[in-house]
């Protein structure tokens, strides 16, 4: 008898075990989406705090009249602008994702089709951020090095402060995107956990 009710114990331990791992597994992997969201809040807010205080007043040679005061800022760089715009959008991006995630660790029922959408989301999102960084990272190089080639002169060696802050936030926004791809490939582990064997 004592045989009979350990037989019967056993099994319904055993079935009730693997979906007690399954909630705790997808209840820790919603906590490091979690984590990871704010991690691309913080570095998209970084990168854009860091290149909109990006501002020099320097005295500029002018031959005919000597030297003439002259300010330099993102916004007198289109590929600047850009780069402000895509991270701002990944930024406000995050915070939406963020609640969506911290709502998913509440209710563990969210629709797979919402994960889907999320995770082609931050696909998007990482193309626009790289692209971002690579077009303010172009613009950057010729202000640091120039280009003999089409006669476009270095201005790092006088707007020093201004090109320092733009390679800060410029590094910064490749923390994001690959915050980004931590992210996508988190999601895709996920789904491929979820597939039954």
């Keep these: 008898m004592a045989s009979y009710m350990t037989s019967s114990v056993a099994p319904s331990e055993h079935k009730n075990s693997p979906p007690r791992a399954t909630a705790t597994t997808s209840k820790q992997s919603a906590v490091v989406e979690v984590a990871l969201r704010v991690l691309l809040f913080l570095g998209s ?3 854009v705090v860091v290149m909109v205080t990006s501002k020099q007043k320097e005295l500029v040679p002018f ?7 002259n300010t330099t800022r993102f916004t007198d760089t289109p590929a600047f602008v850009y780069f402000v715009a895509a991270l701002s959008t990944t930024g406000l991006y995050s915070i ?7 709502s998913a660790v509440s209710n563990p029922g ?3 089709i919402l994960a889907l959408y999320i995770v082609a989301m931050d696909v998007v999102m ?3 951020v790289a692209s971002a960084a690579g077009t303010a990272g172009g613009v950057a190089y010729v202000g640091f090095r120039g280009n003999s080639h089409t006669r476009w002169t270095k201005i790092c060696n006088i707007y020093d402060k201004f090109c320092q802050h733009s390679a800060g936030a410029i590094l910064v926004s490749l923390f994001a995107a690959i915050v980004l791809i931590l992210l996508i490939l988190h999601s895709v582990f996920t ?6 064997n």
Excluded: D
Aim: without cysteine.
């Design 45 to 47: 807010l970084t990168a």
């Design 191 to 196: 789904m491929y956990r979820k597939i039954p």
């Design 63 to 69: 031959p005919p009249f000597g030297s003439v005061p």
């Design 110 to 112: 969210y629709t797979k």
């Design 96 to 102: 939406i994702t963020t609640l969506l995630s911290i």
């Design 126 to 128: 990482l193309a626009i």
